[in-house]
């Protein structure tokens, strides 16, 4: 197989994008509730308790659009990455830092050429998935 045709086509989970939301908000709840402990005035605690609260609903709903905008994601042999948007068009993404691909899981951050940034958390098993040992792979190579 040549190379330029190597690549790894994944499609992310619903149940991982489930996951990933739901811990976001449990975290968003223990914030509050560790503010909330702090031995601060009743005025401090609440104006911490607000900004916490609208930086996490602003992070998670910046992740919720990426999760809708993304139906699946190609990672080419050179780290050139291809988002699909929910039209089903391929657009070009850049590869961000802070994705890791370990074992049977991965966490990859990409941005479109427009600005959109989205994340997936993803799993595969390279004995029974071609596209996941691809990845691996590929990794390899662009992680270091």
């Given at each position: 197989?040549?190379?330029?045709?190597?690549?790894?086509?994944?499609?992310?989970?619903?149940?991982?994008?489930?996951?990933?939301?739901?811990?976001?908000?449990?975290l968003?709840?223990a914030?509050?509730?560790?503010?909330?402990?702090?031995?601060?005035?009743?005025?401090?605690r609440?104006?911490?308790?607000?900004?916490?609260?609208?930086?996490?609903?602003?992070?998670?709903?910046?992740v919720?659009?990426?999760?809708?905008?993304?139906?699946?994601?190609r990672?080419g042999?050179?780290?050139?990455?291809?988002?699909?948007n929910p039209?089903?068009?391929?657009?070009?993404?850049?590869?961000q830092?802070?994705?890791?691909v370990?074992?049977?899981?991965?966490?990859?951050?990409?941005q479109?050429?427009g600005?959109?940034?989205?994340a997936?958390?993803?799993r595969?098993?390279?004995?029974?998935?071609?596209?996941?040992r691809?990845?691996?792979v590929?990794?390899r190579?662009?992680?270091?």
């Amino acid at each position: 197989m040549s190379s330029a045709t190597y690549s790894a086509s994944l499609t992310p989970d619903p149940w991982l994008r489930i996951v990933v939301l739901t811990s976001g908000q449990l975290l968003i709840a223990a914030g509050l509730v560790m503010i909330l402990t702090l031995d601060l005035n009743a005025v401090l605690r609440g104006a911490g308790c607000l900004a916490w609260l609208g930086l996490g609903c602003v992070e998670l709903g910046r992740v919720d659009r990426g999760f809708r905008y993304c139906s699946a994601l190609r990672v080419g042999p050179g780290g050139e990455i291809a988002l699909q948007n929910p039209d089903l068009e391929w657009e070009p993404a850049t590869l961000q830092s802070g994705s890791v691909v370990i074992g049977r899981f991965a966490w990859l951050r990409v941005q479109t050429g427009g600005g959109r940034q989205c994340a997936e958390f993803l799993r595969g098993d390279a004995r029974a998935d071609p596209d996941w040992r691809r990845l691996k792979v590929i990794w390899r190579h662009i992680g270091a």
